[in-house]
């Protein structure tokens, strides 16, 4: 469909870009509370995950899952949390977010109510590690496990 | 890894049981305020999607979109919610929640702040069409689109 003129997400990145290839772009977002909170954006506006053809879907997971590995790798969170919502902004976009258990919302959501206050310091080379892992594990070919 | 003895999900079913295999189950979730709020739950006591072989993931997304277009087919929400979180049960589940412009929580996650009383009424036979729908579903081979 096209481009509605409302859509923040088919109007700009929505953060700044780490990867992209013609499906998809991975945004740091600019959450001040949780450094390393990554969205995986579709490029398309599209609502729901099973408006994608199946190889769509799994190729746009894929890259959520690198984000995920990513996260492991360079921060090891106590849990990583992976979400789908949209109320707001009905184009599809994947929230990958580093939990800890001292984070200002650990163990809610980080849509829940604020336990604490216990912003993390961001790793000054958060970015260029997060980009690094990110491009490096999406060159591999997807593995068939 | 072996059943830890305090994990609710390696301990029982989760809720209602609609449809299961030898990976994971579906589960109607008791949220009074989301009549067909559903669950993937994977049998297995493991904390992470990329914990999962690649096969395993695909089967297991395989599932929570199943689920989707059951909820789409049955009670044609204005948004589908996807979660998989485990910040309190560290157990792979995927949370599936049919959203409504007028229910609860609206546009906010079911887990931020509440905006109205609204419980929508289930209809008297949602368990039968949704148990119904996600089994024909699962019954066809996947597509490769």
């Known amino acids: 469909m096209n481009p509605p003129p409302s859509c923040p997400l088919c109007h700009g990145d929505g953060g700044r870009v780490l990867w992209r290839d013609s499906l998809c772009r991975v945004v740091l977002a600019d959450e001040a509370d949780y450094p390393g909170f990554l969205r995986v954006i579709l490029n398309?506006?599209?609502?729901?995950?099973?408006?994608?053809?199946?190889?769509?879907?799994?190729?746009?997971?894929?890259?959520?899952?690198?984000?995920?590995?990513?996260?492991?790798?360079?921060?090891?969170?106590?849990?990583?949390?992976?979400?789908?919502?949209?109320?707001?902004?009905?184009?599809?976009?994947?929230?990958?977010?580093?939990?800890?258990?001292?984070?200002p919302h650990f163990?809610?959501?980080?849509?829940?109510?604020?336990?604490?206050?216990?912003?993390?310091a961001a790793q000054p080379d958060l970015d260029a590690r997060l980009a690094e892992a990110i491009n490096r594990l999406l060159a591999r070919a997807p593995e068939k496990g």
Not at 107 to 120: A, E, H, K, L, T
């Open 44 to 103: 398309a506006h599209v609502r729901e995950m099973t408006d994608l053809a199946v190889a769509e879907r799994e190729a746009l997971m894929n890259v959520v899952f690198a984000c995920e590995a990513a996260l492991q790798e360079v921060m090891a969170p106590d849990k990583v949390n992976l979400a789908s919502l949209g109320n707001v902004v009905p184009h599809l976009h994947w929230h990958v977010i580093p939990r800890f258990g001292d984070d």
């Open 107 to 120: 163990p809610n959501p980080v849509w829940g109510v604020r336990q604490r206050d216990s912003p993390r």
